[in-house]
């Protein structure tokens, strides 16, 4: 892949260890709707988008667990357990162009980085620099100019609008939080 294509993968998933013998990866997605993973005909397996490889998918079903759902895949190239081993814990990418259409009002994470956060009194709170993904929730790592970055949860009670489009997040800030 040449340096252009790099800026149209997107994370879909993280390989997390083979399930059974036959070099099926067990794959933690990360979308919200793992069904997109289904219908991928090629992903990319490496540690950034630079040093991904391509893989043809050649099956992908879902499982439910206690832990939520997985993706269970397997890859041409990897055909038993101690390939899936060699891979390790590596983040799986696909081609924007790959993934199927967002509904309306639907957006990708990373299109958020950048995005203007204010207050909902039309205060600048900052810019946003880096979303990061925990069990409960996402949070959202503000960079504000000549301040420490300010961590805000991003559930309802706090994040009020987003709009990607024009690049703008509106926060209503409690007590303490931008202190």
């Not at 997605?29 to 993973?37: A, F, K, M, T, V």
């Not at 696909?94 to 990708?108: I, K, M, T």
Request: hydrophobic share 40%; aromatic share 6%.
């Amino acid at each position: 892949m040449d340096s252009s294509s790099w800026g149209n993968l997107l994370i879909v998933g993280q390989i997390v260890k083979a399930h059974g013998l036959k070099g099926e990866c067990k794959v933690v997605p990360e979308s919200d709707d793992p069904n997109r993973l289904l219908n991928l005909k090629r992903l990319w397996i490496g540690l950034t988008p630079q040093t991904a490889r391509p893989y043809k998918v050649e099956s992908a079903r879902l499982q439910t667990s206690k832990r939520g759902i997985t993706a269970l895949m397997r890859f041409s190239g990897i055909n038993t357990v101690n390939d899936v081993q060699a891979l390790g814990k590596l983040p799986v990418f696909a081609q924007l162009e790959d993934l199927p259409p967002l509904q309306p009002g639907e957006f990708f994470l990373h299109d958020l980085v950048g995005a203007a956060v204010v207050a909902d009194d039309g205060a600048p709170v900052g810019r946003l620099k880096d979303i990061l993904d925990t069990p409960s929730y996402d949070i959202y790592v503000v960079e504000r100019s000549g301040k420490q970055d300010v961590l805000i949860p991003a559930v309802p009670e706090f994040v009020l609008t987003t709009d990607v489009n024009i690049g703008r997040i509106v926060i209503r800030p409690v007590d303490g939080l931008l202190d």
